[in-house]
């Protein structure tokens, strides 16, 4: 848990927005709140696989382009009458620089 | 999870009865058993009785989905979807598909439903002969109507009914074919079933009752249906609706009881004491059951039964039905066959279509049928249900609930009387206490809250105006759904209230708003963002910068998202007209990014389907480069001027209508709207740019132009209403540029052209655009000064590196896969 690996810069990231990253087990949408937090979670909504990083961001959550399901970007929860989670993974912002768990872009494909 | 130490409970069948037991039975003990389902049918638990909205158009499949995939999850269940059981070994305690799936058992439930009966006829094995029982029946209907062709429905009972008319819905010439005098015999009196089948006839279904089908005609597929007199006619489509019997056929081959159903006694279980059944495969003390509030009641007892309470036991009680065709209000309940110790009040109103009949026994209700004017029907069946003495009221009884107590009560005053345990909506099972305590204990205040929180209402719906009072009822003046809506969650300010304070108090951005206007949420939500950008953009032409991150991706990436995150790019085609070039430029981008699929739209566009987000940019640089902007097929906005030929070419044409339909749409691309804006110029009365279904349409005539507008033709189909008439082409335009000026500045935010005519009136409309001249050129000046600023093609600036990080991946790691 000890090996992160450097994503990005948090300016990349529009406020209130997000972007993905590719790896191997999929893509990974990469939030930046309007308070400038940063949050990473599975890009596929487990409804119908809308991508949620296309998604508008509100508060401390994404409502997917879809079928508007929301979900908090903290916990992947499903958020009001729809049940549901998405996985969610760890990132560290240092200085602007955003680092993930170098385990997350090495892990197999599921 | 420990699952180890739990119980195994195997469940045969996921229909909506053991859906229901499972639901009860997370609720009182959610780890007691690990669950494994096995599911004939390839798909999760869905709202069979909703299948008829479905065929009719009314509703898709995902709207009756009860539990989607992530509840399964959620309760760790294991589903086998498609996997019909074709064995039970009681003595090893396992079951084994028909694909070789085996599973043991400490408890299993056998709930394989029923099977529709198929009349033994000569023919009946024809392709084009149907049941109507799931998914796929529908389906395979709904393919057949594409034809237009023609469909016989055997059976003229509930199924059939609805069968029928949503086959006519879909645009099919059906006939009904009933072997017995009326329709739905067994639960309306001949007199409904008369009403009933006129009605039937009012809206183009044939009705052939004392019609007994003696063979399917046809070689391979069917091509007619021939009765015992001798008379034939033809089909494409043949539905068997004729009724349903429960499906024992793995119950007996595992040697458990079964007659007509499987044998269970009022706890639901079989004669092996590890395994229980229910639903419509059942029989109880002799009766089975096809309706959902038995089935459902069955299902708590299951439960019950399941978490170790074996005092819940199953009590048949009288059911009520609803045909579920949209404008056909018909009732019944009980038992209302004539008899010597019965008396019958019966009410007719032949002018309004309106038919009562009460039966009663001993002065008790035991039976109902009301057709026309059913709002009594729960009232009367609760006294049904509770044997209520009626002698007091006996002789204004049949008038209804309004009537009792000398003086009528308001509609709200009769739900107030309701009791507690009064069933409102029949198809979840909820009665009167259930909705009002969960409005009290959970603070509930709307419409939808209820639905999420009691599921009242939230299947067919009929029953919406008695929760609507109910509502009333609990919160007192605090609910007012005529009120001010809310926007949202957000504020409790309306649409209309937050348009005003934007200019009034000049509010020109959206945090600024949300920090005057006191909103309840640190930075809005999905609902009111987009609302808000629009007004602010609609506001202050010019000065506003346009939030991106407010709008929906489509209008985000100026393209619209597909189900599987691909997108689909129009180009602008003016008046429906191309060249050429434009065709050779739109061909080479097909090849060139392999875009798999392209259509023609209804709006006289082409559409390339199944882009790659990040091919986006390259495929716009290409169209622009043969002169094509966006076609803004994704905006809330302009979207379409469609055309007909017009006096260019038609013989008929009266005006220039491609013309004026290129100048319309090169005037008024680029304007955001509240809702899509899509319009038409026909060239003459004869119509064929359907300009009187569009949201602005023009009829050329002779002496000048017709503006209609206000149509619709999705969700809602609905023509237009004449605007005014125009003498020349300029008139034309300032007309209609006018008329969209006050729509934007009037519509709220998704509420199409249509519904704003409907809320704001006719008469203030023509009052700004028609009959003051003055009025009207304030308006067209203040579109043609937001013009200015609108009019930008988003493509053009997308590749020139605006929006960039939309495009491309934060970071790429390893291979990246192909997206599922």
């Known amino acids: 848990m000890n090996d992160w690996i450097e994503i990005g810069r948090i300016e990349q990231i529009p406020l209130r927005g997000a972007r993905c990253v590719n790896t191997p087990a999929g893509k990974i949408a990469v939030f930046r709140t309007a308070e400038n937090h940063v949050y990473a979670i599975e890009n596929r909504c487990p409804h119908k696989g809308g991508p949620l990083s296309e998604g508008i961001v509100h508060g401390g959550s994404v409502t997917c382009p879809l079928h508007n399901w929301v979900f908090d970007l903290a916990t992947g929860e499903a958020q009001g009458a729809d049940e549901g989670q998405v996985r969610t993974f760890a990132v560290n912002v240092v200085d602007g620089r955003i680092f993930m768990a170098a385990e997350v872009m090495l892990m197999a494909a599921e | ?123 009946a094995n024809l392709a084009g002969v149907v049941t109507y029982r799931d998914l796929d029946d529908v389906n395979t209907m709904m393919l057949a109507a594409k034809s237009r062709g023609r469909a016989v429905v055997i059976g003229g009972g509930l199924l059939g009914l609805e069968a029928a008319a949503g086959l006519n819905e879909q645009g099919m010439d059906v006939t009904v074919v009933h072997v017995m005098p009326t329709l739905m015999e067994r639960q309306l009196d001949p007199a409904a079933g008369y009403l009933l089948g006129e009605s039937m006839k009012a809206r183009g279904i044939k009705v052939m009752t004392s019609a007994n089908t003696r063979q399917i005609l046809g070689d391979k597929r069917v091509t007619g249906v021939e009765f015992a007199d001798g008379s034939v006619i033809p089909a494409d489509l043949v539905v068997m609706a004729v009724g349903i019997r429960p499906n024992v056929a793995l119950a007996k081959s595992a040697e458990l009881a079964a007659n007509r159903g499987i044998v269970v006694d009022a706890q639901m279980r079989t004669s092996d004491p590890s395994i229980y059944a229910l639903g419509e495969c059942v029989e109880v003390n002799g009766a089975t059951f096809g309706l959902v509030a038995p089935l459902y009641d069955m299902a708590n007892v299951l439960a019950a039964q399941l978490c170790g309470d074996d005092k819940a036991t199953f009590t048949p009680v009288a059911t009520a039905t609803r045909l579920k065709v949209t404008g056909v209000n018909l009732y019944s309940a009980g038992d209302f066959a004539e008899g010597e110790d019965r008396e019958e009040i019966v009410l007719r109103d032949a002018s309004a279509g309106v038919y009562k009949r009460l039966i009663l026994k001993d002065d008790r209700i035991i039976g109902t049928v009301l057709y026309g004017d059913t709002g009594d029907g729960p009232w009367f069946y609760d006294m049904l249900k509770r044997n209520v003495d009626t002698r007091e009221m006996r002789d204004t009884l049949i008038f209804g609930q309004n009537y009792q107590g000398g003086a009528p009560l308001d509609p709200t005053a009769a739900v107030a009387a309701l009791p507690d345990e009064a069933e409102i909506c029949g198809c979840n099972g909820v009665c009167k206490s259930k909705i009002t305590g969960t409005i009290t204990a959970k603070g509930l205040t709307s419409l939808d809250d209820v639905r999420a929180h009691t599921k009242a209402s939230a299947s067919c719906g009929s029953c919406t105006g008695l929760v609507e009072k109910l509502l009333l009822l609990t919160l007192g003046d605090s609910y007012n759904p005529s009120a001010v809506q809310p926007m949202c969650k957000c504020t409790d300010l309306g649409h209309d209230e937050v348009r005003r304070l934007i200019v009034a108090k000049e509010l020109r951005s959206i945090p600024q708003l949300m920090q005057e206007l006191e909103w309840k949420t640190s930075c809005g939500c999905a ?294």
């Open chain 2, 1 to 123: 999870m420990g699952g180890a130490m739990k119980e195994k409970l195997v469940i045969i069948g996921n229909g909506m009865a053991p859906g229901r037991a499972l639901e009860k039975l997370f609720e009182t003990d959610p780890d007691r058993y690990e669950v494994v389902i096995f599911n004939a049918e390839p798909r999760v638990n869905y709202d069979r009785i909703m299948l008829s909205p479905v065929l009719s158009g009314e509703k898709s499949f995902d709207d009756i989905v009860i539990h989607g995939d992530a509840w399964y999850i959620k309760h760790g269940i294991t589903l086998y979807k498609g996997c019909k059981v074709e064995s039970i070994d009681r003595v090893n305690k396992t079951v084994t598909s028909v694909n070789g799936i085996t599973e043991s058992y400490d408890k299993l439930v056998i709930a394989t439903g029923s099977v529709p009966f198929i009349i033994p006829v000569p023919g």
């Open chain 2, 527 to 820: 609902k009111c963002r987009p609302a808000l950008n629009y007004y602010m953009v609609a506001s202050w032409p010019g000065e506003y910068e346009d939030d991106q991150q407010s709008r929906f991706i489509n209008e985000r990436v100026h393209a619209n998202i597909q189900k599987d995150g691909t997108y689909s790019v129009v180009p602008r085609m003016w008046g429906g007209m191309t060249t050429s070039g434009e065709l050779r430029a739109i061909a080479d981008v097909v090849d060139k990014f392999r875009i798999p699929a392209v259509k023609v739209t209804g709006g006289q566009r082409i559409d390339m389907l199944g882009v790659k987000k990040e091919d986006l940019p390259a495929v716009w640089a290409d169209l622009n480069a043969a002169g094509m902007v966006s076609g803004a097929a994704y905006a809330k906005g302009l979207r379409t001027v469609k055309t007909c030929v017009g006096s260019d070419w038609c013989r008929f044409g009266t005006q220039d209508s491609t013309g004026l339909g290129i100048k319309l749409e090169k005037f008024m691309w680029g304007a955001w709207t509240p809702a899509k804006v899509k319009m038409a110029v026909s060239g003459c009365p004869r119509n064929c740019a359907e300009a009187t279904c569009k949201d602005v349409g023009v009829i050329c005539v002779d002496s000048g132009y017709d503006i209609v507008f206000a149509g619709a033709a999705g969700l809602d189909i609905k023509g237009t209403e004449a605007l005014c008439h125009a003498d020349s082409e300029d008139e034309a335009i300032e007309i209609i540029a006018a008329l969209t000026q006050l729509y934007r500045e009037q519509g709220r935010y998704l509420e199409r052209m249509y519904k704003w005519l409907k809320r704001v009136g006719m008469e203030s409309i023509q009052a700004a655009i028609v009959t003051d001249r003055e009025k009207r050129r304030f308006y067209y000046d203040r579109f043609v000064f937001s013009q200015q600023f609108a009019q930008v093609d988003p493509w053009e600036e997308r590749v020139n590196g605006k929006d960039a990080h939309e495009f491309a991946a934060l970071a790429e790691f390893g291979v990246p896969q192909a997206a599922e």
